[in-house]
């Protein structure tokens, strides 16, 4: 059977590390903070645990139209996107992650931008 | 990855350092400055009023100082239970408890503990506050985390069942076992059971003339309730190919009254067929041929296994079922024997089976009606 990112980095102990570090990495940006200041950080690393499992074929997965519901009411722009995902990027980098990997989760990260902040789905537009 | 840790540490500890480490008057002693350097807060407390006569830089940090500038320790300290605390430091004991406070963007979460020192210039009440937040974030991801591979589980035992039910389709339950705990089986002998063999007259021309795809339906159809039948019945299909199906009774449970659960079986696939047929597109025809004697039993292949079942008894079978008529059931006489107190048969005398020679051959025409 072929593994997953997720079980060839190391399983839930590694990615355990790069959450907690990736939302320490997100409190200390300027530009992103506000978004997780008031937020119940049971629920944030519920949410985060979900979605880097996901992102590395862990035990779960999202859907395009769940990432939606839950990015589209908070009006997220591009740079701050794109500031994730820089971050994200760094994060995965500074705990040894394989670049192949890092460059293939980046871009992974990239192409889900329209679902997560693309707005409203057209037809109810 | 351990450096950015440190990172935060380091610089966590040395921000503050003009906040705090402020000595209120009171009956303590100066304390070093080494405390304000502590990544634990620490302050004192007058045992009287509850008053904080000292507090390190992590204790300011933390606790602000309000407008109101309150002096007691519970004004300052979130989620403490001053009755508590002070019930516990009157017994010489320690008040342990969790707090969350904002510091910044973060929201972390504190252990404390408040219980009573004996310095050199009296009794105080000492407080000690240690920020637990990675240990809580490791928890809340555990938690989470095992949520998942809970769920993935139970999916994962679901997706096992449907895999058991599809193997039990074409295996004994009991093969099913053996094959699961030891991962081979070995061929049974199963001395005395009964084998049915059917299939349809002129199926191969209903098939050309018609919808193809309709006409599979329907097989499919019949062929499901052929399976009620026979389960109803304790007996077991075996298998069907292409518009031929196969059911034994007897095995793997032995069963004395297989031969009677069989040719109950087969009169109810026709009487089956007989009502279907009056509302039906297509008329079924069957033809049924029946044996009783041993059997063996394997899977047979390795990848693609079927557990089939061998011997003169599944070949006389086949044999009795080409020559019946369509609508026949028809069996052998051994088998005969054993069920004619409870059914209406009739003998057809010699016929000249391929393989067999010269074999008496007896109808199957109904159950025998009580008080008959």
Not at chain 1, 7 to 28: C, H, N, P, Q, T
Not at chain 2, 41 to 63: H, K, M, S
Not at chain 2, 167 to 196: C, Q
Not at chain 2, 298 to 325: C, H, M, W
Request: charged letters at 30%; glycine letters at 8%; proline letters at 5%.
């Amino acid at each position: 059977m072929k593994t997953s990112l997720f079980e060839r980095i190391g399983g839930f102990a590694k990615v355990r590390l790069i959450i907690s570090d990736f939302y320490d990495r997100i409190l200390d940006s300027e530009m992103l903070r506000s978004y997780f200041e008031n937020i119940d950080i049971r629920r944030m690393i519920d949410h985060q645990t979900k979605f880097v499992s996901a992102l590395m074929g862990g035990p779960v997965s999202y859907s395009n139209e769940q990432l939606g519901r839950a990015h589209h009411h908070l009006g997220i722009t591009p740079d701050e996107y794109a500031e994730m995902g820089e971050i994200f990027r760094e994060t995965l980098e500074d705990h040894d992650i394989p670049l192949v990997e890092v460059d293939r989760l980046h871009a992974h990260i990239l192409a889900l931008q329209e679902h997560v902040i693309g707005g409203a789905p057209a037809e109810t537009k | 990855m351990t450096t950015r840790t440190k990172e935060t540490g380091a610089r966590a500890a040395t921000a503050p350092a003009d906040k705090g480490g402020e000595k209120v008057q009171g009956k303590t002693p100066p304390l070093p400055p080494v405390l304000d350097s502590l990544n634990t807060a620490v302050a004192l407390a007058d045992p009287d009023n509850w008053e904080i006569e000292f507090e390190n830089a992590r204790f300011t940090e933390w606790f602000p100082r309000g407008e109101e500038g309150a002096r007691e320790l519970s004004a300052r300290i979130p989620g403490m239970d001053p009755g508590r605390a002070m019930d516990r430091v009157e017994k010489g004991r320690s008040y342990r408890f969790e707090t969350e406070v904002r510091v910044g963007p973060r929201t972390i979460t504190l252990q404390l503990e408040i219980r009573p020192f004996q310095g050199e210039s009296g009794k105080v009440v000492l407080l000690e506050g240690q920020n637990i937040s990675k240990q809580k974030e490791a928890e809340y991801m555990l938690d989470s985390y095992s949520r998942l591979t809970e769920r993935q589980n139970r999916e994962l035992e679901k997706e096992k069942e449907r895999g058991e039910r599809l193997l039990l389709n074409i295996m004994p339950r009991a093969v099913y076992e053996e094959l699961k705990d030891s991962g081979t089986t070995t061929p049974h002998t199963f001395e005395d059971v009964s084998v049915l063999m059917l299939d349809f007259a002129g199926f191969t021309d209903m098939a050309i003339s018609r919808d193809p795809g309709a006409l599979i339906a329907e097989l499919n159809d019949v062929f499901t309730s052929f399976d009620r039948i026979v389960e109803h019945f304790n007996c077991e299909r075996i298998k069907t190919i292409g518009d031929a199906y196969m059911a034994v009774a007897g095995m793997p449970e032995a069963d004395p009254e297989h031969a009677i659960h069989l040719a109950k079986v087969a009169l109810r696939m026709r009487r089956f067929l007989e009502k279907r047929n009056h509302t039906g597109a297509h008329q079924w025809r069957c033809r049924i041929g029946l044996a009783t004697g041993p059997v063996i039993g394997s899977i047979v292949g390795i990848q693609k296994f079927v557990y089939d079942i061998f011997g003169p008894t599944v070949n006389i079978a086949s044999r009795l079922e080409t020559l019946a008529e369509p609508g026949q059931i028809l069996m052998t006489t051994n088998m005969a024997e054993r069920i004619q107190d409870d059914f209406v048969l009739r003998p057809l005398g010699e016929n000249h089976l391929k393989g067999f020679g010269a074999v008496d051959v007896v109808s199957l025409e109904d159950e025998a009606r009580e008080g008959r």
